[in-house]
């Protein structure tokens, strides 16, 4: 699905990346892990296309797209949930979708505001998605409650809809399990199968090391920007380098 090739990415003194090869595996669930600062939402950044990388190439299914806008990213179909689910808290949820769809699927709000007002038609269309998503994620009893409203889980289960409605064939989550119980955790985890079996790619970011030995098809440790180690949850588990910079440590949460 993506090839990731050589990636770095400099803040001034600090890579944050750091010559990171990988891919991501098409159908499967591809977990990335690593401690506080690692760089996991970098590399997620660049991958969507918020930040030029300083050097490295992302390809796509054959397409390069390593210097690409977030907008275009969307619209070859990656879409993202973030550690913080943004809504707008007075509008409704089902709103909140529409103009998020758009947000996502267009470059700037003033294109979004213009659209929303001519384009009738497409906006039918984006209230339908909108609906199709959310039920999707078993969210249809939110539709017309103010997103300020709902609980943190189902926050996370509307950021889900929200990235699902623009209909990608890859979604990058990071921390999709972030600030909700073990049950909740274990819905969304769920529901993260129920995606992979719809037949969109997965790479997610998540702390909740339970949830990623059982959920995760393959795994990436990332350490200080570099990739320390790769491969299935057995193998991951078993491997000292990871024990040591990871694992062994107290940021291996249950
Ligand atoms: N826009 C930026 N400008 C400067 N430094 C940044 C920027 N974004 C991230 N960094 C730095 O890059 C490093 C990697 O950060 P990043 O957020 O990618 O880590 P992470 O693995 O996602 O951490 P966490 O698990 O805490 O979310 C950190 O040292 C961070 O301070």
Do not use: W
Not at 72 to 96: E, I, K, P, W, Y
Not at 144 to 153: H, K, L, T, V, Y
Not at 196 to 203: L, R
């Amino acid at each position: 699905m993506l090839k990731i090739e050589h990636l770095t990415k400099r803040f001034g003194g600090l890579l944050a990346v750091n010559d990171v090869s990988t891919t991501i595996e098409t159908g499967k669930i591809n977990a990335i892990i690593g401690p506080n600062g690692a760089g996991k939402t970098t590399f997620f950044n660049l991958i969507a296309g918020v930040h030029k990388p300083t050097s490295g190439t992302i390809t796509l299914q054959g397409d390069d797209v390593t210097s690409l806008r977030p907008d275009q990213v969307a619209q070859l179909g990656v879409a993202r949930t973030f550690q913080t689910t943004s809504l707008f808290d007075m509008a409704t949820v089902l709103d909140n979708l529409i103009v998020g769809h758009r947000l996502r699927t267009r470059s700037g709000l003033l294109d979004v505001l213009r659209g929303s007002s001519l384009l009738r038609e497409e906006e039918r269309i984006c209230r339908e998605k909108a609906r199709d998503a959310l039920n999707f994620v078993g969210g249809s009893h939110l539709e017309n409650r103010m997103a300020g409203d709902i609980s943190q889980e189902e926050r996370k289960r509307v950021a889900f809809a929200l990235a699902l409605a623009t209909n990608p064939r890859l979604l990058l989550l990071d921390e999709p399990a972030g600030g909700v119980n073990p049950d909740e955790t274990q819905g969304l985890a769920e529901l993260i199968r129920k995606i992979v079996k719809s037949g969109i790619t997965v790479c997610l970011i998540e702390h909740k090391m339970n949830m990623i030995m059982s959920l995760a098809d393959k795994i990436m440790v990332l350490s200080y920007g570099e990739k320390i180690a790769e491969g299935t949850p057995a193998e991951i588990r078993a491997n000292p380098v990871v024990i040591d910079a990871y694992l062994g440590s107290d940021h291996a949460d249950a």
